[in-house]
């Protein structure tokens, strides 16, 4: 039966609560069994101590454990919080209102042209501010779930970096 190692794809399901500010645990997101969370072990993106905990577990271990901010997506940094010009929102002269509305996400790049997620967090009559944290930022996360499956990865799996097929990337 294979382990979770490098470049093995990895089929977890599991519930992640995060500590709220009472400092009891709320649920945020829950990957059931007919929705995994499927990725390339090794090469998620995932904060390294998350596959850390997960490293050497076999389908059908069950996992449990909690990540700090610094474990995780780092405190929360209120410089990641910026105004920005109303009008780099314009298409074609215009603002698509359903698009810019206070709690959407919006793809962004900055003038490295690196591209991040922004929470619209207020619109104003010339600016628009946005919070670039990561949306669990600041929050020590648990995560409680079971493995579902470990295989290898393809070859162009790895050549792409990620997962393909069912629960995975489509191309």
């Known amino acids: 039966m294979a382990q979770i190692s490098p470049n093995k794809v990895v089929t977890i399901t ?28 090794g090469q998620s993106g ?26 995780a997506y780092g405190e929360y940094d209120q410089q990641a919080v910026v105004d920005i010009p109303k009008q780099v929102f314009e298409v074609d002269g215009q603002i698509d209102e359903e698009m810019l509305q206070e ?34 930022a600041g929050m020590v996360m648990h995560f409680d779930g079971q493995v579902a499956d470990v295989r290898e990865a393809t070859a162009e799996e790895m050549e792409h970096g990620h997962a393909h097929g069912e629960g995975g990337h489509q191309h």
Do not use: C, R, W
């Open 46 to 71: 995932l904060p390294e101590e998350f596959e850390t905990q997960l490293d050497g577990k076999k389908a059908g271990d069950a996992f449990k454990f909690s990540l700090t901010p610094e474990q």
């Open 103 to 136: 709690g959407n996400f919006l793809p962004m790049a900055d003038n490295q042209g690196n591209h991040m997620q922004g929470k619209v967090l207020e619109i104003g009559t010339d600016t628009v501010k946005m919070d670039f944290n990561h949306p669990l």
């Open 14 to 41: 599991y519930d992640l609560s995060v500590t709220d500010e009472n400092q009891e645990k709320v649920l945020v997101e829950s990957a059931e069994a007919d929705a995994p969370m499927v990725f390339l072990f």
